[in-house]
């Protein structure tokens, strides 16, 4: 070791042990009731002191290397549970050397893959081969056709692509593209499925089980990608979000940092292409050496019954899985907590109602952020609490919102302001060699969208999380609004998911989606809701009216219901409301029943095409 190093070594040791001293004397003073945060705080620490020696040493552990570590230390141990099949540690292991076997001479380190699977086994042998190899890895969505699709690989750089059996149809119309392109298109089967396509299952089967070089797969640097994850939006095409090692190390200590242990049973109906099942959830079980319960699809009908056969006690969820739970009937099981996020209030009461005692602990953060909350101690409706340390690893600001402008409010110096406590305001987090924003692959511009400059002082840069936060007295953090999720009628702003949780107060609305639809003659855009009853209820149009009348400011109330039978989700549950948007509320163009709120006859009343007309031509005052 030369004398810088070991100078930089030592000093390095100095530094982190008067952080942690200083962490313990200020710990001491927490009373009992912040026991919690004390515990939590010091895990947050340790792992973060662990990433910051990667960073030192340059000698990375990364998620892979945690996971072939776990595979020599507990082979037998079942990592992951599939359709009603175990596949231990050592298992997985072999298969993921398989594949890196059949690739070994036809990759190289740095190179980037894609793979387009649904949530299986294989999933993970793949995405654990490459990374093997040195590659990054692109996970593509399974929802997404054609033009995207073909776009979401072009932009990452991809020049082989691996498709599962059951998705192959899906490359129909693009693989005359790609194969000009010059990718190689592998798929899951046993023989090629066509020509052009190879298969990998027979390659693998002949492919020996040892381990490639170890030095294949070593990485010196935290920051290099080793994934590209895509976000979605309701317009324009996928965004590349660049996963570092970093971030994924980070991902992955979440489970840890809540206090799971290596006997902990951990369920996953989410998809895979997601930060949150592959990041949190696969990488989380690998650094605990847990089991991973891998559903392909999440089904409401099945959760608690799997609950129960596996010793489930921690599951991933997302705020409209559990919103699908409240629906079913209560059963025993052993789950300890949900790790998530957008549980909303109204959802989260009701489902501590119906099934006891079950910690919710929601987790902020975006795929590409650099911010991360964490709600530990299961406060109903806060995604996390701050504290003196928490925003001395994270710098994070509130500002002042302009929401008719779409924009922040600047002073006359050109700066952002901050709100007050309790006031509402755009979460904005300082990108810094602390925590860095790697932007968008292959788009400099959409990066650069995400940034907001000169924020305090001139030069500042900070990631633009594009959500509306509020902190309370006692320091927790509230999820708000989404910017773009507001609209404005008669002046006023009018938050749809407030509404939201208010419509679902009423007994015969199983779900309802608000949003705001445009009325010739009127500025901004009028509230507007997709309902579904429940299914032994009917719309009942006069308790609804005096519902809204009550709960509502006169503005925000919806002006027009839409009955549906379901309302279309996005791969992640998320609901679509942009078609419902356009479509508007013109009974000859919509098929559902329609419904209109009269003050003269204080109730919702069918949405007639005379009604229609009255209110298109301006006759009818709105
Ligand atoms: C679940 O726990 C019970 C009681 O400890 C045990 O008998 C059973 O074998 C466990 N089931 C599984 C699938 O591990």
Redesign the pocket.
């Known amino acids: 070791m030369t004398n810088a190093n070991s100078k930089r070594e030592s000093h390095f040791k100095v530094n982190c042990l008067v952080r942690l001293l200083l962490l313990l004397l200020l710990s001491s003073c927490f009373n009992l009731a912040r026991q919690w945060d004390a515990l939590f705080l010091m895990r947050v620490i340790r792992y973060g002191a662990r990433l910051e020696i990667y960073r030192r040493t340059s000698r990375v552990v990364t998620v892979v290397d945690r996971f072939v570590q776990q595979a020599q230390r507990i082979p037998e141990k079942a990592f992951l549970i599939y359709e009603g099949v175990t596949y231990t540690y050592g298992e997985l292991e072999e298969r993921s050397n398989r594949v890196a076997r059949v690739f070994g001479d036809a990759v190289k380190e740095g190179d980037t893959v894609a793979l387009l699977m649904s949530n299986e086994p294989d999933f993970l042998s793949v995405w654990f081969g490459f990374c093997k190899l040195g590659c990054a890895v692109a996970f593509l969505n399974t929802n997404i056709r054609s033009r995207s699709l073909l776009h979401c690989f072009r932009c990452c750089g991809a020049e082989l692509l691996v498709v599962g059996a059951d998705l192959l149809e899906t490359l129909e119309d693009i693989l005359p593209s790609l194969q000009e392109d010059g990718i190689t298109v592998w798929c899951m089967t046993q023989e090629s499925p066509r020509p052009g396509v190879h298969s990998l299952l027979d390659q693998m089967e002949e492919a020996s089980q040892e381990p490639v070089a170890a030095e294949r797969r070593s990485v010196r640097c935290l920051r290099s990608p080793t994934l590209y994850i895509f976000t979605s939006g309701t317009t324009g095409l996928p965004k590349a979000a660049v996963i570092t090692h970093l971030q994924a190390l980070k991902a992955a200590g979440g489970f840890w940092v809540y206090g799971a242990t290596g006997s902990d049973?951990i369920y996953t109906p989410l998809p895979l292409y997601h930060s949150a099942a592959s990041l949190v959830g696969i990488g989380g079980t690998i650094e605990l050496g847990a089991t991973c319960v891998l559903k392909k699809k999440f089904s409401a009908s099945q959760f608690w019954h799997d609950c129960r056969?596996?010793?489930v006690t921690i599951f991933q969820y997302i705020g409209e899985l559990c919103r699908y739970l409240c629906n079913q009937p209560t059963k025993d099981h052993?789950v300890l907590m949900g790790v998530g996020n957008g549980l909303r209030q109204d959802v989260w009461r009701e489902f501590h109602r119906r099934f006891g005692d079950i910690r919710m602990c929601e987790i902020y953060g975006s795929t590409e952020g650099n911010l991360c909350f964490m709600n530990h101690i299961g406060k109903i409706g806060a995604v996390g609490r701050s504290n003196f340390f928490y925003k001395l690893i994270f710098k994070y600001d509130l500002v002042k919102y302009d929401l008719v402008r779409e924009e922040p409010v600047r002073d006359h110096s050109g700066f952002c302001q901050h709100v007050q406590k309790g006031e509402t305001g755009l979460l904005l987090s300082k990108i810094c060699s602390q925590s860095p924003f790697f932007g968008y692959a292959g788009s400099k511009q959409l990066t650069e969208k995400k940034i907001l400059r000169d924020v305090f002082v001139t030069g500042d840069a900070y990631f633009n999380t594009g959500d509306l936060m509020a902190e309370d007295e006692d320091d927790f953090i509230c999820f708000r609004d989404r910017v773009g999720d507001t609209f404005r009628w008669k002046g006023e702003n009018v938050a749809t998911t407030e509404v939201t949780e208010i419509l679902g107060l009423v007994d015969f609305i199983q779900e309802a989606s608000v949003y705001g639809v445009q009325v010739p003659g009127n500025e901004g855009r009028a509230g507007m809701a997709a309902v579904i009853v429940r299914p032994e209820c009917t719309f009942d149009g006069k308790k609804l009216f005096s519902h809204v009348l009550r709960e509502l400011p006169s503005y925000a109330r919806p002006l027009f219901i839409r009955l549906q039978e379901s309302l279309e989700m996005t791969s992640t549950f998320k609901q679509q409301k942009f078609a419902l948007v356009e479509s508007g509320f013109d009974p000859c163009s919509i098929s559902q029943p329609l419904f209109f709120l009269d003050c003269s006859e204080k109730s919702y009343v069918p949405l007639t095409s005379s009604v229609y007309d009255s209110i298109v031509s301006g006759q009818r005052n709105v």
């Open positions: 049973v056969k596996h010793n052993r």
